[in-house]
């Protein structure tokens, strides 16, 4: 069975800070969804999301847009995704998550997607352009029905007050972005001081997890400094991209970083 | 008395709207929500943008009688002439609302994006004249087919950047123009240039848009003596023409609207715009709205040989129109576009832009009483469609 509790996994942050790799479901090829799963949780990552391919991804930059592009391509579809979720789910251990926009979530409709999230051993969301205020509306009761857990984010331009409200309907973790930014900016500041240690001294009750930017081992220490754990997106789904024989490759990559 | 013109405090118009925005845009979409009306209601503002429209623009523009047309279609047919506006068309009047709105917010860099190429041209000017960076976001489709108002920007000084991702027209050219404002969003100010986004941009561009119709009302009163036409009409891509025409119309239940959709190669032929046909509840480019997507969600490529309606959602207020019934919604093809704009060239003189040509369309599709009273809106003029015309004299 996949832990279905994030928050359990996130909370033991001592020694070691935990990975979380994010890759897009469908790519390289449609059926290497299930392979990278478990090359994830073989290589020591403690968490995983998978990407829900989206035709108008804009807060991705242009690695993961290309990556949805192509799992477009090769005919993945959310139905598709949750069958191959299925048919992992006594395989993998390690918390995964589902991460996209919300038009596929709602074409779908919200109480389906949560019943097929259960179904298939999924344990949390991410889903960056649901507002808050619609959430509490309307989907926060279906994620607790479903046993779900709900990540929001916060940046560095977050106020206090916000990261307290965004930190009081998440759980698992709170996503703090490096820096505002798409996904995968090279030029912006991925360790930010001051950031961190601001949510550091604010009490939240999520453990937080920075991501964006974090390409290498250097960078996952660095930011984990001061928060409970890392994620890495763009710098691996390049790795799954760029490489034919990906497999090994992803694998050292993520034992590069927890070793 | 019901009203549709205004969202609610979240933004929604009916069950369309909201800003359905990733943190990283929530500090600037907030910035403007709770700035934005307190601004342009303001004295100073209003006097500012008022004085611009007037001697700069060119407003108010006429409402021409069209004697030709009013004979051939057995009715009493006004075109609201916003392509004699600056620039060439209705856009400047939200382009120049918006920049002055992000002096005011102490933005220095302005992001647009663009289809036909007449909102970032508006941009563009608006920009040269208050002295700030101007980047327009176009796709590369649509670069190649409106070369001339991709040179005007040039000249005015705009850095034109190709949208080379999905199908490289309008829909990708907000998508850059987006991801520009999340990676630069202290700095810049984003002029959307319909009535679609995340709230208030769609309240937002009807407001500044708005002038079109509190004009015509005071035209008609002077031209025959009662300030509501019969049937209003105006093309709908995103539907900010659309939104200024019907904006002071809208709660007057005796006045009927009518919108215009890009019906491409018609309906059933996969290649099309007409989104209230064709579209279903969805979330794009931050609003709830209605939008051409697949039943995984995914969204449409939309077509239409016009660059300005080729868009696959429209805003949010033309959303709760057509639900509420308020407005009729007619599909226009390319063809039927095409000979619309050439009936107007040839009996009255005018060349249309091909989104205006849509809008023309309707009087083929719909029976008027002598008597009647049309008032259609001209939004644009035809210079920059030029090549597609002559292809297809």
Known sequence: ?259 | MKTYKNPDENGYYGEFGGAFVPEMLYPNVEELRKQYLDIINSAEFENEFRDLLKNYVGRATPLYFAKNLSKKYGSQIYLKREDLNHTGAHKINNALGQVLLAKKLGKKRIIAETGAGQHGVATATACALMNLECIVYMGEVDIARQAPNVGRMKMLGATVIPATSGSKTLKDAVNEALRDWINNATTTHYIIGSVVGPHPFPDLVARFQSVISEEIKWQLQEKIGRENPDYVIACVGGGSNAAGTFYHFVDEENVKLIAAEAGGFGLDSGKSAATTFLGTLGVLHGSKSIVMQTEDGQVIEPHSISAGLDYPGIGPFHANLFTQKRTEFYSITDEEALKSAFELTKIEGIIPALESAHALAVLEKKNFAKDEVVVICLSGRGDKDMETYLKNL
């Not at chain 1, 949805?68 to 048919?87: D, I, P, R, V, Y």
């Not at chain 1, 009490?203 to 997890?209: E, G, I, R, S, T």
């Not at chain 1, 930011?223 to 997106?233: L, N």
């Not at chain 1, 691996?236 to 694998?251: D, P, S, Y």
């Open chain 1, 1 to 259: 069975m996949i832990n279905n509790n994030t928050q359990h996994a996130a909370s033991n942050v001592q020694p070691q800070k935990k990975l979380n790799i994010y890759f897009t479901a469908g790519v390289p090829k449609l059926e290497d969804t299930t392979e990278i799963m478990k090359v994830i949780q073989n290589s020591g990552a403690d968490f995983m999301e998978i990407g829900m391919p989206y035709s108008d991804p804009v807060a991705d930059g242009d690695v993961i847009q290309k990556a949805h592009e192509k799992a477009l391509k090769n005919g993945m579809t959310m139905t598709h995704l949750f069958a191959q979720l299925k048919s992992l789910k006594d395989e993998i251990k390690i918390p995964v998550i589902l991460m996209g926009y919300i038009n596929p979530v709602l074409s779908f409709s919200f109480e389906n997607f949560c019943r097929e999230c259960a179904a298939s051993g999924v344990s949390g969301l991410i889903i960056p352009d649901l507002p808050p205020i619609e959430f509490e509306k309307n989907y926060s009761a279906l994620l607790k029905k479903y046993n779900l857990n709900f990540t929001f984010l916060v940046t560095p331009e977050t106020s206090d007050e916000r990261i307290k409200y965004l930190d009081s309907l998440s759980s698992g973790f709170l996503y703090a972005v490096s820096s505002s930014s798409t996904t995968g900016n090279e030029n912006k500041e991925v360790k930010n001081e001051e950031y961190l240690d601001n949510l550091a001294q604010l009490d939240l009750k999520n453990p937080v997890f920075i991501g964006f930017g974090i390409k290498n081992k250097a960078d996952f220490n660095s930011v984990t400094e001061k928060a409970a754990g890392g994620i890495i997106g763009t710098a691996f789904v390049k790795i799954l991209m760029e490489n034919e024989n990906w497999q090994e490759k992803a694998g050292d990559f993520i034992r590069s970083i927890k070793n």
